[in-house]
């Protein structure tokens, strides 16, 4: 079973930084054949999606994030790394991470909040 796991989350102060990270782990899995999706969610409303890395390495974001965020994978580690530079209050929120394999099938992980205070 594919499992995975979201880490870094934490209180940081407006202007500060965090780096979150997304690992995928299962058995006989090769982690070259998934996309990866930063999602985050507030109380009461969506996921919406933050930003994306395709299985060839393409990398896309929505508006807010573009210049502040980066999201990076080390495919012998299994991992994604999401580093937020320069994170507003309105950055608050639990991130999700979203590995689709590239029939369709998608795994979530649990969230990791992350708080900006201002």
């Known amino acids: 079973q594919v499992q995975v796991v979201e880490s870094g989350g934490g209180l940081v102060q407006a202007g500060g930084s965090l780096r979150l990270s997304c690992t995928v782990s299962g058995p006989n899995l090769i982690f070259s054949f998934y996309n990866v999706d930063w999602y985050r969610q507030t109380p009461g409303n969506k996921r919406d999606l933050v930003t994306h890395t395709s299985r060839d390495g393409e990398t896309t974001y929505e508006d807010s994030a573009k210049g502040r965020f980066t999201i990076s994978r080390d495919i012998g580690a299994h991992t994604v790394y999401l580093q937020m530079d320069n994170l507003k209050p309105e950055d608050t929120a639990v991130y999700y991470c979203?590995?689709?394999?590239?029939?369709?099938?998608?795994?979530w992980g649990q969230g990791t909040q992350v708080t900006v205070s201002a």
């Open positions: 979203n590995a689709v394999r590239y029939d369709g099938r998608k795994y």
